[in-house]
């Protein structure tokens, strides 16, 4: 048949009847696949417990077929590989045999450079991919920093959008970045012009098309900055662009309105280039560091960390902030960053708010401890704070040539002192030393002994598992030993 036309009703002498394909093929010649709204719709996410994910609510669109999730749907991952990561995807699925639409997930082949199963796109199945999921070598949850959004990415599922074709984003960078003989004035005429004939030009696209002096006039209005804040087209091009985040970081409208905004705080946080600039940046790292959304955003990503660790500017807006150093030792992903700078930690032992926020929280505590760098640092620089407000003080009392204490624990052990002087009158007599003990054997290290005025407090300074001080006094009375430590695990 050479002409094809529907839809027509039918009439009793001329029926007509159509597929669910027929509809579909319509809906195809003018909706693109992908995701409905960008936003959190599909977003996959995850709570930290098990080996889970989750799906928010949302739609989608495939080859003319329409899905919605309307609840937060949990999907279980294999147990992790013990020694070797693996990349699992969670895709949406149309199922043309099945005639089901759904999300999966795809397991991953643990290796050691580890690659994303891939799609199916043939006659019987079609999938969208919603995002990457690693599943490091012996893990039992999935931290959000293990997540990578394929969302936005047109050609793994991208955005439901209109018939025309997506304009190229290189061929828009590049007029970005070359247009400086424009003005802000013909920008705002060619914008109001434009904005609302969302078919001919997408309000995410209008952004791309600024010379820089159009950009910086643009980020100084608040309803401009929120509508780029909402163009995912735009956040990826301005993200991955210095001198376009270098004017974003320095207005504090601009920060003010990134910040409150989920979708564009994830796309600063994934960014490389972004988080460089936010880092550098004084007001920028402040807002960043007052804001408890953004910080958590900011502690869950591994690039966005990493910037933050290795920038002083960024190090001291965050030891100076309660709810950003919260926000670090309550991360591992954040912890890891700081401990393996020397010069993030040395802004943390400097400052009073992040010394007692990291020393709040259990897990930056084993972190530090964890790492002889951290755990050296920590001890030489914050002794007097660490004695002051969380060296636990304790003693042991013992006869002669006994061990006058045992600690079955790691800690970061202080400092020690003894009741009376041990100068020794004889090798049975004034022996007090100190020893690290080994998990599984009586092979000893000897850390500290000699000679000890009684009363005063002898500086230790060691990372301790399961140490022992040895105490050979002579007579028989008991004797009493204080030692300061800071205990590593509860």
């Known amino acids: 048949m050479a002409e094809l036309y529907r839809f027509f009703d039918g009439t009793v002498s001329d029926p007509r009847s159509y597929s669910a394909d027929d509809f579909a093929e319509y809906f195809r010649q003018f909706i693109r696949n992908g995701v409905f709204n960008g936003g959190d719709e599909l977003q996959v996410s995850s709570q930290q417990v098990g080996l889970k994910t989750y799906v928010k609510p949302g739609k989608a669109w495939i080859n003319g077929y329409f899905y919605k999730n309307t609840d937060n749907l949990f ?123 969302t078919n001919l030009v997408p309000r995410s696209e209008a952004f791309l098309f600024m010379s820089i002096p159009q950009f910086q006039q643009a980020v100084q209005n608040p309803f401009l900055m929120e509508q780029m804040a909402q163009e995912f087209l735009a956040l990826d091009v301005i993200t991955r662009n210095p001198t376009a985040m270098d004017i974003i970081t320095s207005s504090e409208v601009a920060m003010e309105v990134m910040i409150n905004n989920e979708v564009a705080l994830s796309a600063f946080a994934n960014s490389e280039v972004a988080m460089k600039a936010i880092a550098a940046n004084e007001v920028a790292m402040e807002a960043v560091a007052a804001s408890e959304v953004a910080m958590e955003a900011v502690a869950a990503s591994e690039v966005a960390m990493e910037a933050v660790a290795a920038s002083e500017v960024a190090m001291e807006a965050v030891a100076a902030s309660e709810v950003a150093m919260k926000a670090v030792a309550a991360s591992e992903v954040a912890m890891e960053a700081v401990i393996n700078n020397e010069m993030a930690l040395s802004e943390v032992v400097n400052s009073e708010v992040a010394m007692e926020a990291i020393f709040d929280s259990w897990l930056a505590r084993l972190a530090i401890w964890e790492s002889e760098m951290a755990s050296q640092i920590i001890m030489q620089q914050a002794r007097a704070w660490l004695e002051a407000n969380v060296a636990e003080e304790a003693y042991r009392q013992s006869g002669s040539s006994e061990f006058a204490m045992v600690v079955d624990k790691k800690g970061l052990l202080l400092s020690i002192k003894h009741d009376i002087g041990t100068v020794p009158s004889s090798s049975w007599n004034g022996e007090m030393r100190v020893f690290a003990q080994a998990p599984t054997t009586r092979t000893y290290t000897d850390i500290v002994g000699g000679n000890l005025t009684e009363n005063i407090w002898y500086n230790v300074a060691y990372r301790m598992e399961n140490f022992q001080v040895k105490n050979r006094q002579g007579g028989t009375g008991p004797r009493r030993l204080d030692f300061r430590y800071v205990p590593m695990e509860p």
């Open 75 to 197: 999907l279980d991952h294999n147990v992790s590989h013990a020694t070797m990561d693996r990349i699992d995807r969670v895709v949406l699925r149309l199922d043309y045999d099945l005639r089901t639409m759904g999300v999966r997930v795809l397991p991953g082949v643990p290796g050691v450079t580890p690659q994303p199963p891939a799609l199916t796109r043939n006659n019987h199945v079609y999938e969208l991919s919603l995002a990457q999921v690693k599943i490091k070598a012996g893990a039992v949850s999935v931290s959000p920093a293990d997540i990578v959004d394929e969302r936005f990415d047109t050609e793994l599922c991208g955005l439901v959008t209109h018939l025309f074709e997506q304009v190229d984003t290189t061929e828009i960078f590049a007029q970005f970045t070359a247009a400086w003989h424009q003005f802000t004035a013909e920008w705002q005429r060619w914008f109001e012009e434009v904005k609302e004939d």
